[in-house]
């Protein structure tokens, strides 16, 4: 059985179908990408997945578990851990009280969770920003601190909602070295949503398509980006013609962020 299988998940509120029965499965260690345009219902399903919102219908199984029914702390301790994509870098926590805090879900003693919060910063090449207040920071690391306050947590599944936006390109590319890294040599399994084509398109293995809340293409990068119906609804024109996919026969449109 996969790692992750969401079966026919939706997720409404009110008339609105923010999720429209999505199904897909994940295996351990895999990571992939999850695009759309904005509204697309990427974040909800995010929302979905941790126990952050009930779903409307569908089942989450995760590591053979049905956890449909789960709130967002118990799926933390189970292992499934995320980022947000609104992160406030508000309040006096230190780099390093940030990181401690995800580390107590698995434990009260404060010098465990100490040495739990170094040696993730350590691993992210963050351990020398440990004593400043997030506030403090470049955009670029606040980002990179975002996935180590969710590594606090120890997830087994980690869901990144957005972390490379906002960013020039070496920040992108230090980010993406972070991800590749927590992914192949921690072994953490990732999905990650992302604006960047560039990123999405080079770490991920598989990527899926929302669109309307619905899930309209799914497959390895090179296929996605060739796909009419993801073009039409996402990607555009200037994506195609740049990476010489063009599908002659959709309408396209061009409304997209691709930096
Ligand atoms: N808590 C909520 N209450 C009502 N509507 C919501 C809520 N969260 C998201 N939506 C709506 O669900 C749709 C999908 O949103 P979202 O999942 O944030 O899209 P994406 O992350 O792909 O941009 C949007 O129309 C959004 O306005
Ligand atoms: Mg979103």
Request: with cysteine; net charge neutral.
């Amino acid at each position: 059985m996969a790692f992750l299988e969401v079966q026919n998940l939706t997720k409404t509120f009110g008339g609105l179908r923010a999720n429209d029965s999505i199904s897909f499965s994940l295996e351990r260690e895999e990571l992939i990408g999850l695009i759309g345009p904005n509204g697309a219902g990427k974040t909800t399903l995010f929302n979905c997945i941790c126990g952050h919102h009930p779903v409307t219908s569908g089942r989450i199984i995760f590591d053979g578990q049905d956890v449909t029914a789960l709130k967002a702390h118990a799926m933390a301790r189970l292992g499934i851990g995320r980022t947000f994509q609104v992160y406030a870098a508000t309040g006096d926590l230190t780099v390093l009280e940030k990181v401690m805090v995800g580390c107590f879900l698995h434990t009260r003693s404060r010098s465990k969770a100490r040495a739990c919060a170094e040696e993730i910063l350590g691993d992210l090449k963050l351990f020398d920003l440990s004593d400043y207040l997030v506030s403090e920071l470049p955009v670029a690391a606040q980002k990179r601190v975002v996935m180590a306050m969710a590594l606090g947590t120890q997830p087994r599944l980690l869901l990144l909602d957005e972390v490379a936006a906002g960013l020039n390109t070496p920040e992108i590319e230090e980010i993406m070295a972070s991800i590749r890294h927590v992914n192949k040599d921690r072994g953490v399994t990732v999905i990650l949503i992302e604006h960047v084509m560039e990123m999405v398109m080079k770490v991920s293995e598989r990527i899926i398509v929302l669109d309307y809340g619905a899930k309209i293409a799914e497959g390895p990068p090179e296929v996605i980006a060739k796909d009419s119906k993801v073009i039409k609804a996402y990607l555009g024109e200037r994506y195609a013609k740049e990476h010489g996919t063009i599908d002659h026969r959709s309408s396209i449109n061009d409304q997209n962020q691709i930096r």
